[in-house]
Nanobody
């Protein structure tokens, strides 16, 4: 059974930082491109960042220079370090895992950026 479990969300003030984690089980983690997506209230889910098995990264323009995605294959975990957070970063953040035709999603963790 595949599971992706996100953690690290919460309430943070504008300009603050958070680090989200996603632990994967039930997959051969090293083969998968891992991703972070987010969905704000009333909006569609959008890409935040992805990281390939060989650690090539891709970011949405809105987070470039502020967010950093990384992975630890030994721990089956993908992270996103989020700095200089803005109110518009408020969303539920989802972890994804993709390999060939297989794609899996976590249940999400809420990030609220507010003073």
């Amino acid at each position: 059974q595949v599971q992706l479990v996100e953690s690290g969300g919460g309430l943070v003030q504008p300009g603050g930082s958070l680090r989200l984690s996603c632990v994967a089980s039930g997959i051969n983690f090293r083969l998968y491109t891992m991703g972070w997506y987010r969905q704000a209230p009333g909006k569609q889910r959008e890409l935040v960042a992805t990281i390939t098995p060989d650690k090539n990264t891709n970011y949405a323009d809105s987070v470039k220079g502020r967010f950093t995605v990384s992975r630890d294959n030994a721990k089956n975990t993908v992270y996103v370090q989020m700095n200089s957070l803005k109110s518009e970063d408020t969303a539920v953040y989802y972890c994804s895992a993709a390999f060939l035709s297989a794609e899996y999603w976590g249940k999400g963790t809420l990030v609220t950026v507010s003073s």
